[in-house]
């Protein structure tokens, strides 16, 4: 036999059941599992799509999944739980094909047999050691509990980055590596720590949280491929708080201007082309050739706080040159999202540079309170541009990145409970094509919905774990000194 440790795993937790299925009533119905894992495609590598079936008069879950190309893994208990190194066996073993799930569950001392469902194992590896991303409390006035994580996608762990209970209690946010390599990253810290981290080769700077030519902090972050720029947004935010369920909390920008940062010589470029007086301009996000500046642009109004439904971005490009840091001609329009009365935010162009993924919504730049924030996809070759249906749901979907080999995503999506953002992951094909999402597997799924009170946000893939105890930056940002830029 081929695995015989799955056949061992199968046995073991067998004999570890506290009931098995017998005289199964047949039900011609898909079970309602959380998280909805019916009909996904996942990579190989990603840890075990541990669920739990919804329903307070559940006795016993028994699971038992088949891959099309052999294998089995059989699950018995509260929730359906599996070996990590059997799951990734079974996965590995049917790549390009798909697992069969057979759910069955005991209420009352009845036992009822649902209809199966499968689970698609995509040829194309996760090429991506694991996500990082920032964990926020439910509050808005004060920053609370928050910090900066990342997780193997290979099994459930989970470990901090920076937390700001270290900071006393600072807000730690905007973390971006440079194409998902975390040997060179930043981050922004607000407060009375406050400063922007910048970290590449081997040299870690602290900076002034302020650049007083701009008025404003180094805030939504984007690596130039060759590490030479990092370009920056310039946001002066403000957030006004709803009465209605949905829309809790507006976040809008009085200001915003796109500029440059050289890391080696520590200057800042300033280029009135994307920081214009009568423009608010945000998000940028290089090409992966480095020849491209992407970024969003709305007309400025008279009274932000009584018309931020006016504000409408559009996404932009402009032809750059990195060896002298300079803009080329003037910008275009891309997505005019304007002229159909929407707001189009967070481009983000795969690696291989075919395809752009940016959030759809009625207005701002700010679309993670907003239901009707989608997730579309633009052909950088043919302009063609479309909804993300099999992803999007009928709440919030927001940030988001590619990994590096261009075949997953990874965004949030407030689709769970309308309440907190949750990680989920999709497949993307050739032709850009997204596959049905599936939310980042959990240990314990059951205990995990109901505990946690944490939003995920501002995910990025990681090609290897980010440690920063070892340079000092906690006990650097606790310090009062920081280092000015020209």
């Not at 879950?61 to 099309?68: P, Q």
């Not at 602290?206 to 939504?220: C, Q, W």
């Amino acid at each position: 036999m081929k695995y015989p440790k799955l056949l061992i795993a199968v046995a073991f937790l067998a004999a570890g059941c506290t009931s098995l299925p017998e005289n199964a009533t047949i039900c011609d119905e898909l079970p309602a599992i959380s998280p909805d894992y019916a009909g996904v495609t996942i990579p190989a590598e990603i840890a075990p799509l541990n669920f739990y079936v919804a329903g307070d008069s559940i006795e016993v879950t028994d699971v038992v999944i088949r891959g099309g190309r052999g294998g089995e893994l059989h699950a018995n208990g509260e929730y359906a739980a599996f070996n990590i190194d059997e799951w990734h066996a079974l996965a590995q073993q049917n790549k390009g094909d798909s697992l069969t799930v057979t759910v069955t569950v005991r209420r009352s001392g009845q036992w009822m047999e649902y209809r199966p469902f499968h689970i698609h194992i995509s040829e194309d590896p996760l090429g991506e050691w694991g996500l990082t991303y920032r964990l926020v409390p439910p509050g808005y006035e004060t920053y609370g509990q928050m910090g900066i994580y990342q997780r193997d996608l290979s099994t459930f762990e989970e470990t901090p980055i920076i937390e700001n209970r270290l900071l006393d209690t600072n807000c730690i946010n905007c973390h971006t590596t440079n194409r998902t390599d975390p040997s060179q990253f930043t981050f922004h810290v607000r407060g009375e720590h406050g400063a922007t981290v910048v970290s590449t080769n081997g040299q870690t700077d602290v900076l002034a949280p302020r650049v007083e030519r701009i008025g404003g902090s180094m805030v939504y972050p984007f690596w130039h491929p060759s590490g030479d720029y990092i370009a920056y947004s310039t946001n002066q935010t403000r957030q006004n708080f709803h009465q209605l369920r949905d829309r809790r909390v507006e976040v809008y920008d009085d200001k915003s201007d796109i500029i440059l940062y050289r890391p080696q010589s520590k200057e800042v470029l300033i280029n009135s082309i994307v920081a214009t007086p009568d423009h608010l301009e945000n998000f940028p996000a290089f090409s992966p050739d480095g020849k491209t500046l992407y970024f969003c642009s709305a007309m400025q109004v008279d009274s932000i706080w009584k018309q931020y439904k006016e504000v409408k971005y559009n996404i932009c490009r402009i032809a750059f040159d990195p060896t002298t840091g300079n803009f080329i001609g003037s910008a275009n329009t891309i997505v005019n999202a304007r002229s159909i009365g929407k707001s189009a935010n967070m481009p983000r162009i795969s690696y291989d540079g075919r395809f752009l993924l940016y959030t759809l919504s009625d207005y701002g730049c700010f679309p993670i309170w907003h239901p009707e924030a989608d997730l579309w996809m633009m052909n950088l070759e043919t302009n063609d541009t479309w909804p993300l249906d099999a992803a999007n749901s009928p709440d919030a979907e927001s940030f988001h990145n590619w990994s590096l080999n261009s075949r997953w995503i990874v965004f949030t999506s407030r689709r769970d409970n309308g309440l907190y953002t949750q990680l989920y992951l999709a497949h993307v094909d050739a032709d850009g094509i997204v596959s049905k999402a599936f939310r980042l597997p959990q240990q314990n799924p059951r205990e995990f919905d109901i505990e946690s009170g944490f939003s995920f946000n501002t995910p990025d893939f990681a090609t290897s774990p980010l440690h920063l105890t070892p340079s000092g930056i906690p006990e650097r940002l606790i310090e009062s000194r920081r280092e000015n830029v020209k």
